[in-house]
C-alpha cells in the first residue's frame, strides 16, 4: 500500500475551477473551492454541476491514499445532492469527508459542501475502483506552470459553460451538450475529468428541463453519474440529455455521454425542483 497521505496533482481542472490544494490523509481529507463567474450558470444563477471537480478531488484523495503499488484509481460513481443555492460571489465553499469505507477492489466515501457559515450547500458520496497503471509507456498527464496560468486567466470573467467552451443545441425531446476533452480538462489519466463530466451532464440535463417550461424554471437538486468508459484526450463528448419528466415542481433528464453514438462513456440522471 501507499502512505497515508499522497501528493495532490493540481492540472487543468482545478485551476479552471478554483480548487485549492487537497489535504488529508486515508482516513480523512478537505478541500476548498473559489466561486464567482466560474460557478454561474447559464441563467446567472449557482451551477451545481460546477461543484463536481470539487467533489470528485476532495472524496477521492482519501481512497487514492490507500492506492494497491502499480495501480491507480478511477471514479465509478458520483451523486451529489444540492441543498442550498450554489454562491456565484466570490467566496470560498469547503468540502470535508464524512466517511471512507475501503475495500479490496477499492473504496466509497461521503462529505459535505458548506460555505463560510457553515451552511450545508451540497452533500455527496463517490465510489472509486482500483485498476492497473499505465501500460505500453503511457504517461500520465502533467501541465506547466505556465499552462496552468493561462488557464486561470481563462476562468476569469465567464460563466460555467463558457469555461467549458461547451455549445448546446436542442433536438427532439431534448438537448446534447458538446465539450471537446482538452488537457485544461483532462485528469491524470489523460481522459476526461470525473468531475467534468458531472458538470456538463448536469448543465444538459437543467437545460432540456427548463427549455422545456422556461417560464416556470427549476433549480437542480440532485445529480447522480456512473462512468463507464474513459473519455480520452483529444476525443469530443455529446453529453445528450432526454425529458422524462416535467411538471410544476419537478423535472427530471436522463444524461448519456457518447464519444461515438454506439457506446455511452457515461450515464447520469439530474432531477430538478421548485427552488425553495
Not at 26 to 34: F, G, I, N, Y
Not at 170 to 185: C, M, P
Not at 239 to 267: C, K, N, Q, S, Y
Request: charged share 20%; with cysteine.
Amino acid at each position: 500500500m501507499t502512505s497515508s497521505a499522497i501528493r495532490y496533482l493540481e492540472l487543468g481542472a482545478e485551476r479552471l475551477f478554483g480548487i485549492g490544494t487537497v489535504i488529508g490523509d486515508e482516513k480523512s481529507a478537505r478541500a476548498t473551492m473559489r466561486t464567482g463567474s466560474r460557478t454561474t450558470g447559464p441563467d446567472g444563477q449557482g451551477s451545481a454541476g460546477s461543484l463536481g471537480v470539487l467533489v470528485d478531488d476532495g472524496l477521492g484523495y482519501s481512497i487514492a491514499a490507500r492506492t494497491p503499488a502499480q495501480m491507480t484509481t478511477v471514479t465509478t460513481q458520483l451523486h451529489l445532492d444540492v441543498l442550498a443555492p450554489v454562491p456565484t460571489t466570490e467566496t470560498d465553499l469547503v468540502i470535508v469527508t464524512d466517511e471512507v469505507i475501503l475495500g479490496d477492489n477499492g473504496g466509497y466515501s461521503t462529505g459535505r459542501v458548506t460555505d463560510g457559515a457553515g451552511t450545508v450547500i451540497a452533500l455527496a458520496s463517490l465510489r472509486i475502483r482500483f485498476v492497473p497503471r499505465f501500460g505500453n509507456g503511457q504517461r500520465g498527464l502533467v501541465l506547466s506552470s505556465e499552462q496552468l496560468r493561462e488557464l486561470a486567466d481563462r476562468a476569469i470573467g465567464k460563466n460555467v459553460v463558457d469555461m467549458l467552451d461547451a455549445t448546446a443545441a436542442q433536438i427532439d425531446g431534448g438537448v446534447d451538450l458538446r465539450v471537446a476533452v482538452t488537457s485544461g480538462i483532462a485528469n491524470y489519466g489523460r481522459n476526461l475529468h470525473g468531475g467534468v463530466s458531472l458538470c456538463a451532464a448536469e448543465i444538459a440535463g437543467w437545460t432540456a428541463i427548463n427549455d422545456a417550461q422556461p417560464e416556470n424554471p427549476l433549480s437542480t437538486s440532485s445529480v447522480d453519474i456512473a462512468y463507464l468508459r474513459p473519455c480520452p484526450l483529444g476525443s469530443d463528448v455529446t453529453f445528450r440529455a432526454t425529458l422524462i419528466h416535467r411538471g410544476r415542481t419537478l423535472g427530471i433528464a436522463r444524461v448519456a455521454g457518447f464519444v461515438d453514438e454506439d457506446r455511452p462513456v457515461v450515464v447520469a440522471t439530474v432531477t430538478c425542483q421548485i427552488p425553495d
